[in-house]
């Protein structure tokens, strides 16, 4: 089966930085990849979805990067905030409709 | 629109008993997924619906788990007889058919096991 890896480790940022979060894949790539943010106490809110051939997508301060070679996805938030302090999901699709999520990395932006 | 609902919030039961756990998606998704998640780890894949018929259950631990979804409008999954290890959170996420659609997601069903 498919195993998604992402830092288990919290990262911790400084306000005003850019976040640099890391998914990797094993096995064969996916169709696509979702990145998703989670509150506590609340399920995963959808953010952005990077296609097996787009190499970047962005959206506002967002962007993700998709690279089959290394089979890795990054996603970057630009000029963090606080208000950005989640865990953020990544989410690849491999058979139809379905998603496997890894566990997610916490994301902490101090002020 | 509503968004996906779940219901209960939160549910605390002894070994040996019987939960349901209720999920309505958002009105016209033909999707409905299952997963869940137990402490410090990903959130897995149980199931997933298209409309009232099951479309892959390959996630479902054992047949003490049992999800329906009449009418392809809302689903329950029900765990009978519940055990420790299936204390977790239990999430309900739906979408539209498109397959890039993105999954809207419930705030999950919090089932503490004792």
């Known amino acids: 089966s498919q195993k998604i890896e992402q830092n288990s480790e919290a990262l911790n940022i400084q306000e005003g930085k850019t976040a640099t979060l890391t998914c990797n894949y094993t096995?064969?790539?996916?169709?696509?990849l979702q990145w998703y943010r989670q509150d506590p106490g609340r399920g995963p809110v959808f953010l952005l979805l990077i296609r097996e051939n787009e190499k970047e997508k962005r959206k506002e301060r967002l962007k993700v990067t998709f690279d089959t070679t290394l089979k890795q996805s990054l996603f970057h938030i630009t000029a963090s905030q606080p208000a950005d302090s989640a865990t953020y999901l990544c989410?690849?699709?491999?058979?139809?409709?379905?998603?496997?999520f890894g566990s997610g990395t916490k994301l902490n932006v101090k002020p | 629109e509503a968004g996906v609902t779940q219901f209960p919030s939160h549910s605390v039961i002894e070994k040996g008993q019987t939960v349901t756990l209720r999920c309505d998606p958002i009105s016209g998704h033909d999707n409905l997924y299952w997963y869940r998640r137990v402490m410090g780890k990903e959130i897995k894949f149980l199931l997933h619906?298209?409309?009232?018929?099951?479309?892959?259950e390959s996630g479902m631990p054992n047949n003490r788990f049992l999800a329906e979804r009449t009418g392809g409008t809302y689903s329950t999954l029900k765990v009978q007889p519940a055990e420790l290890e299936d204390s977790g959170v239990y999430f309900c996420?739906?979408?539209?058919?498109?397959?890039?659609?993105?999954?809207?997601f419930g705030n999950g069903t919090r089932l503490t096991v004792t």
């Open positions: 096995n064969y790539s996916p169709a696509y």
């Open positions: 619906f298209v409309k009232e018929s099951k479309q892959d």
């Open positions: 989410a690849p699709l491999y058979n139809f409709n379905k998603f496997y």
């Open positions: 996420a739906s979408s539209q058919r498109q397959q890039t659609a993105p999954l809207h």
